[in-house]
């Protein structure tokens, strides 16, 4: 605690000062494009790894980045979602995994939970999850399995996001691109889904895909590796439509 009161007092007195107009600006509110939905993990600083401006990204973080569907609950997720579509106007909503994640692992051992219930009920959440490891990735066991439901688990929750009403409406109406990324700690990578490949691949500046309607789910397994593959995937301007 005495680093984080440290570190409050050093952005008062020095990055405050060098960057006042921006915050006078976003003082009388805020315009961000994308919103970002990512798990709680304290090795996830998004300011950092997206080398970003207050004011540039929406956020919303749990254990897991679960989406529940739509229906499932009035929770903080879906009004996050509602308000970031409805009254921020956001065109980008990414949601991100990251190796290593514990939640996954919770997932795949719900045995270890036994005292943490509220951990195992909110990961019930990614039940669909389980059940597509279960049908597709029966081979798989320890890193390989992990990572598979660490990559599952971010499309999973891609076809949460579409059942929320104003989702769908936004996707129909070419207003509103999903992108499924799983953040690498140990290599700091993001791989981005390409769902004319299926399967992850390194983000690059030149080419980012985006995640469409069709899961590509009957006999096709997400690639498990954690290089991912050199998939295609789709420009900036193809996109925007340009």
Known sequence: MEKIVRGIHHFQTSQFEAHSELFKNLSAGQSPDTLMITCSDSRIALSLILQIQPGELFVLRNAGNIIPPFG?????????IEFAIKALGVSHVVVMGHSHCGAMKGLLHPEDLSEMPLIRDWLE????????????????DGQDLLNASIKENVLVQLDNMRTYPVVAA??????????????????????????????????????????????????IRIGVSNG??????????????D
């Not at 009035?74 to 996050?80: D, I, K, Q, S, V």
């Not at 959440?125 to 798989?140: G, I, P, W």
């Not at 999903?178 to 690059?204: C, K, Q, V």
């Open 72 to 80: 499932a609950g009035r929770g903080g997720e879906g009004a996050t």
């Open 125 to 140: 959440h990614a039940s669909a999850t389980r059940e597509v490891l279960k049908e597709c990735y029966s081979d798989l």
């Open 170 to 219: 936004k996707l129909a109406k070419g207003e509103l691109t999903l992108h499924g990324w799983i953040y690498e700690i140990e290599s700091g990578s993001i791989l981005a889904f390409d769902p004319d490949m299926a399967r992850f691949a390194p983000l690059t500046p030149q080419k980012f895909p985006a995640a469409i309607a069709s899961r590509y789910a009957n006999d």
């Open 228 to 241: 991912g593959s050199t998939a295609g995937s789709v420009t900036s301007q193809e996109l925007s439509g």
